[in-house]
């Protein structure tokens, strides 16, 4: 039998659900539209079932993303929703080479070919060892002849090559104590090794509008490096991949929530944004909560997909 109001209430739902779409489009779009920002392309970890992207991040200053640090797997399709464009990005950074930490890497390398980018990009990440290739090497496997994955475009690795923009990887030295890396007339990059098991990795403070936006990248906390580079940080991410208890391989890899409270406690940062949400660590918010608060005062939130955190 037809019932109207039952046809209402179907019509209601369904533009609704148009209407949350496009909501959902807007908000992913708008983190550039402030003056400084944060937004994070992807949150999550490895795991295809936890339903997000690997990680990535993007530094986004008066309507021009600026900086892209990792790009995981799911990062180039958020990189496309944030409304970013490859063509405006200054420089990318890779904490480690993990394959959810570069995996879309390619592809966001690839569209930027459908841009007017005509201006080299700096690429900055850590050296390698027998486990990991450098950053010369991991973009010289991808592009360079005459074994790159992806040797047609070549075009990218050869200085001067006609009709493209050039790839700048550069290899930062292992330092325990944060060190410069990269400076502009309004940006400066600096890096310290952190410890991710055997893995040569880096985390990374970028100095800019006057604020200081710090990335843990993977680590498992040791050394007083991370403490140093996050001092007084506006903004420090931090990755939550492991709960309180942790043991084993992930706790040799991974920092678990009393070792980030400590650090960000120590650093006196402003602002703490968890990221690298695991399936192990998801639905244990409170607890992870709580076991930072122990050492850490200020404000926490835990970071989803396109989320955008602003710096007044």
Not at 169 to 175: C, E, K, L
Not at 275 to 297: C, D, P, V
Request: charged share 20%; with cysteine; proline share 6%.
């Amino acid at each position: 039998m037809y019932s109207p109001g039952r046809s209402l209430r179907v019509l209601l739902i369904f533009v609704s659900i148009l209407f949350m779409g496009e909501a959902v489009s807007v908000k992913a779009q708008s983190c550039g539209s402030n003056r400084l920002a944060l937004q994070v392309l992807g949150s999550g970890g490895p795991e295809a079932q936890d339903k997000r992207a690997s990680t990535s991040y993007l530094i986004w200053e008066n309507g021009s993303v600026r900086v892209i640090l990792d790009a995981g797997g799911g990062s180039a399709l958020r990189f496309g929703e944030s409304g970013a464009q490859m063509s405006q990005v200054d420089v990318f950074l890779f904490s480690h080479f993990h394959i959810d930490h570069t995996s879309d890497f390619p592809a966001l390398i690839f569209s930027s070919w459908f841009e007017d980018r005509n201006r080299p990009l700096p690429i900055f990440g850590p050296s390698g060892n027998k486990f990991m290739p450098s950053t010369t090497e991991f973009v010289s496997d991808l592009f360079s002849e005459p074994h790159g994955a992806w040797r047609y475009l070549s075009d990218l690795v050869e200085p001067g090559a006609e009709g493209s923009y050039t790839l700048q990887p550069h290899n930062v030295a292992i330092s325990p104590t944060p060190a410069l890396v990269f400076r502009n007339a309004d940006m400066a990059l600096y890096a310290v090794s952190v410890v991710h098991g055997a893995f040569p990795a880096l985390a990374w403070r970028v100095e800019i509008g006057g604020k200081r936006i710090v990335f843990s990248g993977d680590t498992n906390g040791d050394g007083d490096g991370l403490t140093q580079l996050a001092s007084n940080a506006d903004l420090f991410v931090a990755h939550n991949a492991v709960p309180e208890g942790a043991t084993g391989v992930e706790r040799r890899l991974h920092m678990p929530p009393s070792v980030i409270g400590t650090i960000a406690g120590n650093a006196h940062v402003k602002q703490l944004v968890l990221s690298h949400r695991m399936l192990r660590t998801l639905g244990k918010e409170n607890e992870t909560q709580a076991e930072i608060k122990r050492h850490f005062s200020g404000p926490i939130a835990f970071a989803n997909d396109l989320d955008c955190f602003p710096l007044k």
